[in-house]
Antibody, heavy 119, light 108 residues
Framework: EVMLLESGGDLVQPGGSLRLSCAAS????????MSWVRQAPGKGLEWVSEISGSGRATYYADSVKGRFIISRDNSNDTLYLQMDRLGPEDAAIYYC????????????WGQGSLVTVSS | SYVLTQPPSVTVAPGMTARITCGGNSLGTKSVQWYQQKSGQAPVLVIYYDSDRPSGIPERFSGSNSGNTATLTISRAEAGDEADYYC???????????FGPGTRVTVL
């Protein structure tokens, strides 16, 4: 059974940093690209970033480019999202999702990790 | 970045057919996915590659994509179909993904 479990969400002050993790199991992690998708309270889904299975290729939404870094540890089946210079607009539930082919679909999702940005 | 449009809401009577549209420039040249998100839950893939259904998704869910519009059709709507539905594409021009703004489906 494919499982994705996010962690690391927390309350952080504006301008602060946070690192999210996503532990994967039930599939060959290194064979799949992985994405982060976020959802602000009461809002729609927003794609944030994706990393290829090898980790060599990364992609970012314009809204986070230069502030967020996606990475992965294929030896420990874990995906990461390093978030710096956080602002109120970054407050959201962050989901990790498995990308079946590298150009969608996102066929498995975690349950999400809540990031709150407030002073 | 690539922009997708969806109607904010669709209301359907039980047993009837709901159609949710997703619009985008030359959308028919892209592969469209649809996700269902029920309140307080993570999204679930219901249609991929325009019209394919993952295992476990009822045949009542179907999809099409042509021109500038993709459509998710829910036949014989049930109360359990009430959810937000999002379309989703990969934009190879910008190497980014795009989600539509979402459509809330109410079965009433």
């Amino acid at each position: 059974e494919v499982m994705l479990l996010e962690s690391g969400g927390d309350l952080v002050q504006p301008g602060g940093s946070l690192r999210l993790s996503c532990a994967a199991s039930g599939f060959t992690f290194s064979s799949h690209a992985m994405s982060w998708v976020r959802q602000a309270p009461g809002k729609g889904l927003e794609w944030v970033s994706e990393i290829s299975g090898s980790g060599r290729a990364t992609y970012y939404a314009d809204s986070v480019k230069g502030r967020f870094i996606i990475s992965r540890d294929n030896s420990n089946d874990t995906l990461y999202l390093q978030m710096d210079r956080l602002g109120p607009e970054d407050a959201a539930i962050y989901y990790c999702a498995r990308d079946r082919t590298g150009t969608a679909p996102f066929d498995y999702w975690g349950q999400g990790s809540l990031v709150t940005v407030s002073s | 970045s690539y922009v997708l449009t969806q109607p904010p809401s669709v209301t359907v009577a039980p047993g009837m057919t709901a159609r949710i549209t997703c619009g985008g420039n030359s959308l028919g040249t892209k592969s469209v996915q649809w996700y269902q998100q029920k309140s307080g839950q993570a999204p679930v893939l219901v249609i991929y590659y325009d019209s394919d259904r993952p295992s476990g998704i009822p045949e009542r869910f179907s999809g099409s994509n042509s021109g500038n519009t993709a459509t998710l059709t829910i036949s014989r709507a049930e109360a359990g179909d009430e959810a937000d539905y999002y379309c989703h594409v990969w934009d190879g021009t910008d190497d980014q993904y795009a989600f539509g703004p979402g459509t809330r489906v109410t079965v009433l």
